[in-house]
């Protein structure tokens, strides 16, 4: 007999801020979120995978610490909504949304006024995307979270430290050690969301200096394939393609001393 997937447990957050608690299996919360079985498969706690934020066509796949979640144009799905840590992520992201919804109809409302009083035809208003709205309220909630394990470590290592210094003795020692290990492996864990940060910085300064660099280089060619008659055109033909390859090793030149110098300051890593 075919074996059938195991079921996990799910709740679904609709624009209007509805939750449902869900008990799907695998193939079921794929062909909902639109993802594929590996980008799922981050999402499961017992493979342990890093901290990641995945783009995809029509779904963002996220996993930071206890969230693991799947946001389409419509909805999201949060693993496991009994865990304490994921509560606290539900209720944000409903009370957000209702304040959004509530938002958008008194804006309604007033361009309904505006027009019957005016006859006026008034712009539509702005709404901020859905899945920027869900993954903002995460980042703020893996934030806080982060935030609030950094406090209790404070709070538990100056008495340790305290003790020490008045006492050494080696329950002190353990005491101290336990809590190095723990402000350790915290660290360990903001710096893995940090990379990702780092990355998207470090490409949008390559993509900035090559940007610089073409425009230089769309400059000069365009001053020199303008239909104008000027006189040192004349007889000079020849000079077109040299003009192109100066060009092209000044703009190489600028874009390597840029990045260059932000390895020097250490904006880029080596």
């Known amino acids: 007999m075919k074996k059938t997937a195991a079921t996990r447990s799910w709740i679904l957050i609709d624009r209007s801020g509805k939750s449902t608690i869900l008990d799907a299996n695998k193939y079921a919360i794929m062909q909902r979120g639109q993802i594929h079985a590996r980008d799922l498969r981050i999402l499961d706690p017992l493979l342990s995978y890093p901290s990641t934020i995945l783009g995809r066509e029509r779904a963002i796949v996220i996993n930071l610490e206890h969230i693991k979640a799947i946001i389409t144009a419509e909805e999201v799905l949060l693993r496991d909504p009994l865990d304490e840590n994921v509560t ?91 809590l190095k290990s723990a402000m350790t492996r915290l660290t360990n864990r903001v710096q893995k969301l940090d990379h990702h940060r780092n990355q998207l910085i470090q490409l949008e300064l390559f993509l900035s200096s090559g940007t610089v660099c073409l425009s230089v280089y769309s400059l000069v060619a365009a001053i020199f394939g303008m239909n104008i008659p000027y006189t040192w055109k004349e007889g000079h033909a020849h000079m077109f393609k040299w003009v192109v390859i100066l060009t092209g090793i000044a703009c190489a030149s600028i874009f390597l001393s840029i990045i260059s110098y932000a390895r020097h300051r250490g904006l880029v890593g080596s």
Do not use: W
């Not at 869900?134 to 806080?144: D, G």
């Open 88 to 178: 606290p992520v539900v209720e944000v992201l409903q009370r957000r949304l209702i304040q959004v919804n509530a938002l958008k109809e008194g804006q309604e409302e007033e361009k309904e006024h505006l027009m019957s009083q005016n006859d006026v035809q008034t712009s539509k208003p702005k709404d901020f995307p859905f899945e920027l709205l869900a993954l903002e309220v995460a980042l703020e909630a893996i934030c806080s979270f982060l935030y609030a394990r950094t406090r209790e470590l404070e709070t538990a290592a100056y008495p340790a430290l305290d003790e020490l210094t008045s006492k050494i003795s080696s329950r002190n020692l353990d005491r101290v050690r336990k």
